[in-house]
């Protein structure tokens, strides 16, 4: 009886339409890709571009020149490849699939700058920054909101709050840091700001299962009302001198703390080793978070209770104590990473400081297929392009709005056109009810 | 360990599901649990296993009451359940799968929870690769899997959830021989089942359970007959009164149709059959051998790879469910609650659920509501549907006259061929005899009737034809006159013209 | 399991309504106590509430009963003021219509913003700029915002329909392609959105003109009449067409639909036209009911309130009419608190609106506050194939 049951187990796949469809698919796609990156190339006159290696203009770090446009070809060499690979069908199905996607993507980013900055016709002359460490900087509420995302949907409860734990930690983080006096108090309660939305979470949908998504939706809302509504209460400046609270003495925004050495490290060490703790900790979480998910006890029963809370709560797990557990700790990052608009670099909270971004981690949590380092992979992608808006503002070869939804765009096309149907936790966003 | 159950009763809201249950299962004894389905069995074994909470009544182990307030304490006094759905994370390995619940630690040994496995495997001879995913292992083997989770546990007391309803007739004798094995080491076994035949090889006592009820225990010596009286209530007819078939021209041909599913695995290999017109051509096998899909393919919700569905010269599995349906094809489908009916809408909207869309019941954009409640007063009236109005919606209604209503929708038009997939699966006795008669009804009528169905005895009872399916072919098309075993080495993939995997 | 069907229908209808209104009630106390302890006074009183603990209590009466007058005054208080009122639940109404029409398919239409944003671009657009005798403009204006709202929603269904692309994801990048893309493209680059009266530096359209303007009676833009005129279509829709039946059919169980022959895909598709189409017509409200300028803020935040609006308004067209009327007398009364004795922040409104829908997305909550406890803690709506 076993030598049947194995025949029908070890069958080998066979190619079918979705197979084909998904060649297809990459062969357009790497096609597109090259004959732009071909275009670049072939259109630009002077092969000269000038970049900075460093954040600042300064006596020492000066824009020099180099020859960008063997970059460009670098890049159609990779995308040529990626295109013949795709061409003969063997793309891997697994994650090395995912690295070709990322190589294919950085070389037309790199073709795509030089060509934006080569043969410029104004007077000053703009140069090429090196984008990663602004992207870097600009990471942790992307990061950690994709993370607690992460977290809960695994765990089987659909978290559209992110934007409001991103804005609760932002707020919170700003008056307690400045009530104590101290970004590590703020930080702290920033998380527990967030926990405070996984609370609310937690309480709607898990204790009285209201729809999830709805939860999240007017969660967003109320702490977009309760954080307006809370800083108007604030007193201005001048009214302080009357009243003579606390809050008008917020402590300086965190700094970057350079890790000698490692951090002269060329392109990469300013990135990741010349940055606030808060973003240290942001590059630390998504190894905290995939080790937690997949070699650990607690990571093993929140998987089950998101794909089959029954059969987890068969063996004796409580379901929902385990989706608490997840939803809190999901909550506690991604308010964490709310403190980044208010004690990670302005100090003071603006109305709508996340501005939509939990909505990119939203978004980054399915791109990145609701792994960890896929997700982190995604949100990094997000804060590359938000670092690009910055930079590129002062070229206009292209219009800026265009830059400006390039985000967008590319994740509706990635996820219209490969993601597609992914499958989510199996029992992701619904209610665990015993029967 | 002796497990005692002492008027266990559960409500639920005023229904009683189990009423004053007392039962009382001896160390190293594989009793058997005997009810229809509803009877109120899983209830009962529910409650043992801490995922009820009884009303009244106690559990006794080795004489000592005991309360279960989740399945951790039944698991940890002694009792495992392999559950009729199985209780295993697809995504998961096997190795995980048993650790789950017992990870022994705050960081996962992978390494030791494969070791344990192999030993348990090896000690009871239960073959699995810890390794592998549950989602790509057959569903013999992830019944071995379940049955080891409950191993692991130091289970001594086993409760098997109509364990066989997945398995080979040659699978169950394995499970049989497993379970006479457990025995053996001192295990106690509760078996749930409703199949006589499977009760009476195995069992060493018998209590049958009816309405919520023990209504009487046996002896495996029991006959049949005697059993099916006590489960039922009276006395029960196992065969379906037909006259002869009248078969006619051919109305529903497959050729050629192969189907891969979209994990890229073939589940149907080259299938050609014909279905003619005033014949019950039944589809026997054990679930999971491509009857699903290939069904699906014929009212063109899954497209075939290859191959074609001819109905009156014209290739259907092209164009999808809509054109297949107006061409005269009538679907039950295998699980209804999933593709038979809206839960939320009313038994009259389900009534006309793919009928809304002819001239009888709409009138271009508009829908004709005063037409569409007659039918529904029509249909329930004709069907006997128990519900308390029209407006009531299908998802509170019971499980037979669910069936009734995807039943009557689906004769409610005038059909060439009827597909019926597990036509009877939970349907209450009553309520199987009507449906059976009406689907012979049909084939009077010179329609071309397909069952597909798990349970032997449904296939007896209604084909003038049978094929078999094993590993997504027909192995083979037989007249309802063979031998029962003969059928079950076909459905393991033994012999046959085609069979040549075994 | 009663066997009085008509009488357990009626009794469940009470239920919603006293639930809604107990949500509502619980919704304007909390904010009461927010209003109550923002205020300096109460604060103030707060330091001896040991020594006089009245003037605590009186205090916060005062505040928000100050509060709550102002608010009801400014928007019911007089002709006018319910004139605005009705104007500005008019855009609410029909964007809720389209949210709520989604709802019922099983689509979470998160998009209503960036359908909106097309919608008054359209609108103006056709208003402004095209040369057409009177109440044809008018009606091409109006039209061009609705077929602009569709297009922009049926994007988000299609690419449902075609590759599965979760409709809450699309949603959200059709929202920032339309604000960050599409408006400030055409606000920033587009000479004809560029109002040449302009000193104000914050780049702008002209608004339409007279003739491309819904008519008024007594302040009340004609507008309002077709939001109810929507509201009517879409009960039309879901209780008495095929496509109704198809739509509430996929939306409950798109498997079984698909296996009854319906095809999801144009039910995807249809009603993302539809809702956008929806969410369209309150752009008009905007462009040729108010005769705003275009500019980056026009819109505000519509689009989102008409999801709390069709969540109110449990995805009923009856439901998103009163929700939305209600949610404009927030927004129309809100700022008027600022201006009174106790100077609470308009703000405190948002806080209300997204406590309602809470509450109401929660009986059980409320049942469980109001002491009213009973044995059903599921939510009433949820059911509606909101799911992701």
């Known amino acids: ?435 | 360990m002796q497990l005692q159950i002492q008027g266990l009763t559960r409500r639920f809201g005023d229904f009683v599901a189990n009423d004053a249950i007392d039962l009382t299962i001896e160390p190293g004894e594989i009793h058997c649990l005997l009810g229809e389905n509803g009877a109120g069995k899983s209830t009962l074994m529910n409650m043992l296993y801490g995922l009820l909470e009884p009303s009244e009544g106690q559990i006794l182990l080795d004489g000592e009451p005991v309360t279960f307030a989740s399945p951790k304490d039944a698991i940890n006094a002694g009792i495992g359940m392999v559950h009729q759905h199985f209780m295993l994370v697809p995504v998961f390995t096997v190795a995980e799968n048993v650790m789950l619940g017992r990870e022994g630690g705050p960081v996962l040994n992978r390494g030791a929870a494969a070791q344990r496995v192999r030993d348990l495997s090896d000690r009871y001879g239960l073959r699995v690769d810890p390794k592998a995913l549950v989602e790509d292992i057959p569903v013999g083997v992830q019944q071995r899997v379940e049955i080891l989770k409950a191993l692991a546990n130091d289970a001594k007391v086993l409760i098997l959830d109509e364990p066989t309803a997945v398995l080979t007739p040659q699978e169950i004798d394995e499970l049989m021989g497993i379970m006479r094995e457990l025995k053996a080491q001192g295990t106690s076994i509760i078996f749930i089942t409703h199949k006589l035949r499977e009760v009476k090889a195995v069992g060493d006592r018998i209590s049958v359970i009816r309405r919520g009820k023990i209504v009487g225990t046996a002896e495996p010596t029991a006959t049949e007959a005697e059993l099916a009286e006590m489960m039922v209530g009276r006395a029960v007819k196992l065969t379906v009164d037909k006259d002869a078939a009248e078969v006619g021209a051919p109305v529903l041909e497959a050729r050629n149709i192969t189907i891969i599913d979209p994990r890229g695995h073939e589940v149907v290999k080259d299938v050609s059959f014909e279905a003619r017109a005033g014949e019950v051509l039944g589809i026997a096998g054990v679930q999971g051998n491509g009857q699903t899909e290939l069904i699906k393919s014929l009212l063109g919700l899954i497209r075939p790879s290859a191959g074609e569905i001819m109905l009156d010269g014209d290739d259907i599995g092209r164009y999808g469910p809509r054109r297949s349906l107006e061409a005269g094809i009538g679907y039950i489908p295998e699980d209804r609650s999933h593709d038979g009916y809206v839960s939320s809408f009313s038994v009259r909207e389900n009534l006309v659920l793919d009928l809304y869309r002819s001239p009888e019941f709409s009138n271009g954009p508009a829908l004709k509501l005063a037409e569409i409640e007659r039918n529904a007063d029509d249909r329930i009236q004709e069907f006997d549907i128990r519900t308390t109005s029209r407006e009531t919606p299908v998802g509170s209604l019971s499980g037979g006259n669910q069936q009734k209503v995807v039943v009557a929708r689906e004769f409610s038009r005038p059909l060439k061929v009827l597909i019926a997939s597990q036509p009877t699966r939970g349907v209450d006795v009553g309520s199987i005899e009507f449906i059976h008669k009406r689907i012979i009804a049909e084939r009077d009528r010179g329609t071309a009737v397909i069952i597909v169905s798990t349970e032997l005895d449904e296939i007896f009872a209604l084909a003038d034809r049978i094929a078999v399916m094993y590993d997504g072919r027909i192995v083979d098309t037989v007249s309802p006159d063979i031998e029962r075993e003969q059928i079950g080495l076909l459905m393991a993939g033994a012999g046959g013209a085609e069979g040549g995997a075994a | 399991m009663t066997k009085r069907p008509g009488l357990r229908l009626d009794r469940k209808a009470l239920e919603g309504v006293l639930t809604t209104a107990a949500a509502i009630v619980l919704a304007l106390l909390i904010g009461a106590v927010l209003m109550a302890l923002s205020n300096e006074s109460v604060i103030d009183s707060m330091g001896y509430f040991f020594s006089y603990p009245w003037d605590f209590f009186s205090r916060s009466f005062d505040v928000v009963t100050t509060s709550y007058g102002a608010l009801l005054d400014r928007s019911l208080g007089s002709g006018e003021g319910l004139a605005n009122t009705l104007n500005r639940s008019a855009p609410l109404i029909c964007a809720g219509l389209g949210v709520s029409l989604a709802f019922r398919a099983g689509l979470f239409n998160i998009g209503a913003q960036g359908q909106i944003i097309l919608g008054t671009l359209a609108a103006s657009y056709v208003g402004f700029t095209w040369d057409l005798p009177g109440p044809i403009l008018l009606l091409t204006s109006v039209l061009a915002g609705v077929l602009a709202g569709a297009l922009w929603g049926g994007i988000a269904g299609l690419l449902k329909a075609a590759t599965g692309t979760h409709e809450v994801i699309s949603t959200i990048m059709l929202n920032q392609i339309a604000s960050f893309g599409v408006l400030a493209y055409a606000l920033g680059e587009l000479k004809s959105f560029q109002r040449p009266d302009d000193d104000l530096g914050l780049p702008q359209s002209p608004p339409v003109p007279d003739a491309a303007a819904f008519p008024e009676v007594l302040g009340v833009h004609m507008g309002v009449l077709l939001s109810l005129v929507a509201a009517a279509v879409v009960w039309w829709l879901l209780t008495r067409s095929t496509l109704g039946f198809e739509l509430r059919s996929v939306g409950a169980n798109p498997d079984a639909s698909r296996t009854a022959g319906m095809s999801t895909a144009k039910v995807f598709i249809l009603t993302m036209v539809i809702a956008g189409g929806l969410s369209g017509l309150a752009a008009t409200m905007m462009i040729n009911g108010d005769q705003a300028s275009n500019n980056a803020s026009l819109v505000g935040s519509v689009g989102f309130d008409a999801i709390t609006v069709a969540l109110l308004g449990r995805g009923t067209p009856l439901g998103s009419v009163l929700a939305g009327f209600l949610f404009g007398i927030l927004a129309v009364g809100g700022g008027a608190m600022q201006t009174t004795s106790a100077g609470t922040a308009p703000e405190v409104v948002q806080v209300i609106q997204s406590l309602i829908v809470l509450f109401v997305a929660a009986p059980a909550i409320v049942r469980w506050i109001v002491r009213q406890r009973r044995k059903e803690p599921t939510s009433t709506f949820a059911a509606k194939g909101v799911s992701a």
């Open chain 1, 1 to 435: 009886m076993s030598t049947t049951t194995t025949v029908t187990a070890s069958e080998k796949p066979v190619r079918d339409r979705t197979d084909k469809l998904r060649q297809i698919k990459l062969v357009v796609a790497f096609g597109i890709v090259w004959v732009l990156v071909l275009m670049m190339a072939l259109s630009i006159d002077n092969s000269q571009v000038l970049f900075l290696n460093a954040d600042e203009l300064s006596k020492e770090h000066q824009p020099e020149p180099f020859n960008g446009l063997r970059l460009v070809w670098i890049g159609f060499a990779i995308v040529s490849i990626a295109l013949v690979v795709a061409v003969i069908n063997r793309i891997p199905r697994n994650g090395w699939a995912m690295l070709i996607h990322v190589a294919v993507g950085l070389s037309f980013y790199a073709a795509f700058t030089v060509w934006y900055y080569a043969d410029q016709t104004a007077a000053v002359e703009a140069w090429i920054t090196n984008p990663l460490p602004s992207m870097v900087k600009y990471c942790p509420p992307l990061v950690l909101g994709a993370l607690a995302g992460v977290v809960c949907e695994r765990a089987g409860v659909i978290n559209i709050a992110i934007e409001a734990q991103l804005l609760m930690g932002a707020f919170f983080g700003a008056v307690v840091s400045a009530l104590a006096y101290s970004n590590g108090v703020g930080m702290i309660a920033a998380s527990l700001a967030g926990v405070v939305v996984a609370l609310m979470l937690g309480l709607f949908s898990l204790r009285y299962h209201v729809d999830q998504v709805v939860v999240g939706v007017v969660l967003i809302a109320l702490a977009l009302g309760l954080t307006t509504f809370l800083r108007g209460q604030i007193p201005t400046e001048q009214e302080n001198a009357h009243l003579n609270t606390l809050l008008s003495d917020s402590p300086d925004p965190l700094t970057p703390i350079e890790i000698p050495g490692l951090s002269s490290i060329p392109v990469l060490g300013r990135a990741l080793f010349n940055q606030s703790i808060l973003v240290y900790l942001a590059l630390l979480a998504p190894f905290l978070v995939w080790f937690l998910l997949y070699q650990t006890r607690w990571g093993l029963r929140v998987r089950a209770v998101g794909e089959h809370p029954k059969a987890a709560d068969t063996v004796g797990i409580r379901v929902n104590r385990v989706r608490w557990q997840a939803i809190l700790f999901g909550g506690a990052l991604a308010g964490l990473g709310g403190a980044f608009y208010t004690v990670g670099s302005s100090g003071s909270f603006n109305d709508n400081a996340a501005n939509g971004q939990g909505f990119m981690a939203l978004a980054a949590v399915i791109m990145g297929r609701w792994h960890p380092v896929g997700a982190t992979m995604a949100a990094l992608f997000f804060a590359l392009t938000a670092a690009m808006k910055d930079d590129f503002g002062l070229v206009t070869k292209v219009p800026s709005e265009l830059i400006a939804i390039a985000p967008y765009l590319a994740t509706l096309i990635a996820v219209a056109g490969f993601v597609g149907r992914v499958r989510p936790p199996a029992a992701d966003g619904q209610p665990y009810v015993k029967d």
